[in-house]
Structure formats: C-alpha cells, structure tokens
C-alpha cells in the first residue's frame, strides 16, 4: 500500500523559511513524478510544483517561482519543499502527491487529478 507522509509544517512569520518533507513508501518512489498542492481556507486546492521521477524536470506555480524549491531523493523515498520568503498568502495546508501509472508529465503535472496518492497534509501558517 502506498503512504505518503507529510512533515516541516508550521507558523512563520513573513519573510521566513520552512522545509516540507515526504517520505513514501509502497512503491518505486524514483519511477513516479511527485508533487506538491496546497489549499487555503475557502479555497481550491492549487498546484504548486512537480519534479519528474528522475529530478531532471521541475514546474512551478508563478506566484512561488523564486521562492520555493522542490527536490527529491530517490535513495531516501523522499521529496523536499523549501520554502523561503514566506508570505501571509502562502498560507494553506500543503499536500504531496504521487503520480497516476502512465502520467504524462510535461502535459498534466498541475491537474491534481492525475496524482493517485496523497499525503495528509501539512498545516502552513504565515503571520504578517
């Protein structure tokens, strides 16, 4: 059975950092692209990036791009967010994600309907 398992979440003040992390586990991690979501309160869910089972292709959200920064280890099951320059609308709950079988990257790594597996989520709190 596939887990994902979501960590690194908290409350900053703006302009801080904060590292997302999620291990997996139940399948083999290196051969799915992952990616992370968030959802503000009252709000839809949103793509924030992806990074291919390889590492050798990254997407971002615009509004993260600069700031963020998704990587993963393969040998570790695990896929990072590095969050910096914090801001009070980075605020959501932050989910990562598993790819379908079969995903076509570099046409659906933003539709969260192609992502089969989640996490549970992580609480990001940014204060002004």
């Known amino acids: 059975q596939v887990q994902l398992v979501e960590s690194g979440g908290g409350l900053v003040q703006a302009g801080g950092s904060l590292r997302l992390s999620c291990a997996a586990s139940g399948r083999t991690f290196s051969n799915y692209a992952m990616g992370w979501f968030r959802q503000a309160p009252g709000k839809e869910r949103e793509f924030v990036a992806a990074?291919?089972?390889?590492?050798?292709?990254?997407y971002y959200t615009d509004s993260v791009k600069g700031r963020f920064t998704i990587s993963r280890d393969n040998a570790k099951n695990t896929v990072y967010l590095q969050m910096n320059s914090l801001k009070p609308e980075d605020t959501a709950v932050y989910y990562c994600?598993?790819?379908?079988?079969?995903?076509?990257?570099?046409?659906?790594?933003?539709?969260?309907?192609?992502?089969?597996?989640w996490g549970q989520g992580t609480q990001v709190t940014v204060s002004s």
């Open positions: 994600a598993s790819s379908c079988p079969g995903f076509k990257y570099y046409t659906n790594y933003a539709k969260s309907r192609e992502y089969d597996y």
């Open positions: 990074i291919r089972g390889s590492g050798d292709s990254i």
